[in-house]
Structures are given as C-alpha cells and as structure tokens.
C-alpha cells in the first residue's frame, strides 16, 4: 500500500501540483476511491486509518522530492503531531506555529463544537510549505461501534468557524449539536456575549436554567458538574473571548461546558445552534475482507511498477505513458 501511495502521489505533484492533491485528499469521495484503489472496501473504517499511515510512509520512500508532510496518525501518532510539524519546518526552515495552532484548533472543534457523541482518535495533519493544509481525522462512538471521519482543506475564504469541513462522512445520520454551523452565527454570538457577564451573574443564569432544565437530546442534569461549570465559567470570563474561536480555544472548555452554554444561548437568549448532522453519505485490486475479491498480489505489484515506468520515463522528458493515462481518463 504505502509504494502505491508514493506512486500515486509523486504522479498527481507531477501533474497537478501539491495544492491540487490537498483538495482531492480532502475530498470524502476522492479520498474513499482512492482508499478502494490501494486495497480497501468503502464500508470499513480501517479505511481513514491504514490510507493515511500508507500515504504517510509512501511519502518517505520519494525522499526530498515531494514538497509535502503527512503528520499524526492514529492513538499515540496523532497526540505527536506537532512534533511531527514541528520536524518539517526545522527541515524546510520555515515557521510552523500557525500549523500547530489550526492542527489543535480544528481537533477541538470536532470532539467539542460538533457533539456528535464520536471522540476523535485519528487525526492526520498535511501542510505544504507555503502554508496550505488538509486535515482527516476520525472519530469512534463507543455505543454505536462504528466510525465518523472529519475532513478540512485551508482555501481563501474559509471560515473556520462557519461550515469549515469538506466533508464529514459516516453510515448513519442523527441529530448533532453544531456551534460551527452557519446557522448557528447567533448562538457563537450569543454565548460570546454572555462570556462578558460577571462570573457570579452567569453562576445565577445557569442555576436558574438548570432548575427547568427542558430534555435535550445533548445535555441533561446528570451530565454537569456543577462545581467544574463553575469554575469554567470563571476561566472563560478571565480569558474575556472577543470571538467563538477565542472561546473554544481556552483551556478546559471541553464538551459539557459547551452544552451547558448551548442550553443557555437557547434558553437565555432566544438563539439556538443549528442540531442539523453535517455529515453526508468498484474496486480496482480487491478487498482486505476478500470482497469483492481478494487482493491480487500479481496485478498489485505490477500496477505499482507500470506507474513507476511513467514516473521514470517522464523525469526523462519521455510523456507518452503519462499522456496515455490522459487519453484514458477521457475515454
């Protein structure tokens, strides 16, 4: 998988650029073929997982030639990703702090600001070095026993706060609580605003809340812990957030704070965030589970080799393979 990988991805640098191979990484269609192309099935989660770390170790086998860096990984890989960053800009001799920061950003935005009841688990960061990104990351719901993945592309007008993914892909739709929604500008306003409140004053909005507590698919009374809302409320008052992304950027503002401050931008002030899911619903060398066929180890190897002949041909100046895959595409 991983020398596919690195076949295929010093084809589309080649041909399109590293900015091009972002966009289609991020693209949940794109990225699921291409999942299928190197030897997995549409259905399995192992997916997102295995495509990125072959995409990952295939990069190393191209040396210096790609301008690019797959970071993080899975479990323990992901919670290294910014020393994985931190590595490419010592190497590329650039400053890398605004990666580190959307890389940490964008994780606490799905696991907190869309509650969807999938904890992030998975979380690959690419990045060229004149600053263009593409995140994938996935999540697993513990009761459900399947998986969610979250995709992310840096362009000129990205909001980061407003509809930011290129896709949040998973088997099931349901009723999600969604501070990153666009329709859900008045409620980040709202809980903005009552972040200026004295702490005391939000203390006295939360307990006369919480006495007439409504049932909300996202938050109940079991799930706050009063004293710990306290105190967030005070960290989130001493931090005085001038935006949503301010906010959701301080320490210790996690999952139930946010809830609880959903219930009161709904309750309080009349502005409630979008509950609306994001997310939205071949093979060329078989299947990992044998579907629809096992993978065909001879037909693999020489894929792989067929692709470095074109790669190798073309650094010679000799574009008729290349230009043969071009007159295939059309046909």
Known sequence: MKRLCGALTEIMVMEYGTRELLTRLADPLWFQALGCVVGFDWHSSGLTTTLCGALKEGLTTLGDDVPLAVCGGKAKRAIKTPDDIRHYGEKWGIDVSDMITMSRLCAKIDNTAVQDGYSL??????????GSWAIIQQGMSGEK???????????????????????????????????????SRDARNAIVEFAAEDPDKMTETWHDVALSMPKRHYISAGDVNTGRLVKAFKTIHEAHPQSFRDLIEIRGVGPRTMGALALVSELVYNAPPSFKDPARFSFAHGGKDGYPFPVDRPTYEHSIDFLKICIDKAKMGDRDKMDAFRR????
């Open 121 to 130: 688990y998975h979380h690959t960061f690419i990045f060229t070095p004149d």
């Open 328 to 331: 295939m595409a059309k046909i």
């Open 145 to 183: 026993k399947d998986a969610r993945r979250y995709q992310w592309l840096w362009r000129d007008n990205l909001d980061i706060m407003s509809d930011p993914h290129t896709g949040i892909t998973c088997d099931r739709t349901q009723e999600v609580l969604n501070f990153v929604a666009g329709q």
